[in-house]
């Protein structure tokens, strides 16, 4: 069976940047679109970056658009989320998820797996 994992969250001031890494085991990955989510408590599942099986389409959420960066090594399966100027708002537990079919959708509902969640709490 797949499994996700997420690391890489933590504590930084706003301005500051972090990299999130996902560790996708148990299936080949590669043919998977992924992408990353975040949520807050109270709060439902908010897209975040999204980059298809080819690694070459990408979409991100209009709050991040021109700070955060998605990448994918399908060689090591493996998935990257760079996250620059990061702003209080920001702050939340990010999830890392896998569609079967390959897209990059931004809607929580196609994809298939996710992994347990990292938190990124960014100080003002």
């Known amino acids: 069976q797949g499994q996700l994992v997420e690391s890489g969250g933590g504590l930084v001031q706003a301005g500051g940047s972090l990299r999130l890494s996902c560790a996708a085991s148990?299936?080949?990955?590669?043919?998977?679109?992924m992408a990353w989510f975040r949520q807050t408590p109270g709060a439902e599942r908010e897209f975040v970056a999204a980059?298809?099986?080819?690694?070459?389409?990408?979409r991100y959420g209009d709050p991040v658009k021109g700070r955060f960066t998605i990448s994918r090594d399908v060689d090591k399966n493996m998935v990257y989320l760079q996250m620059n100027s990061l702003k209080p708002e920001d702050t939340a537990v990010y999830y890392c998820a896998a569609d079967e079919a390959g897209r990059n959708w931004p809607s929580a509902f196609e994809y298939d797996y996710w992994g347990q969640g990292t938190q990124v709490s960014v100080s003002s």
């Open positions: 980059i298809a099986r080819g690694g070459t389409e990408k």
């Open positions: 148990g299936h080949s990955f590669g043919m998977y679109g």
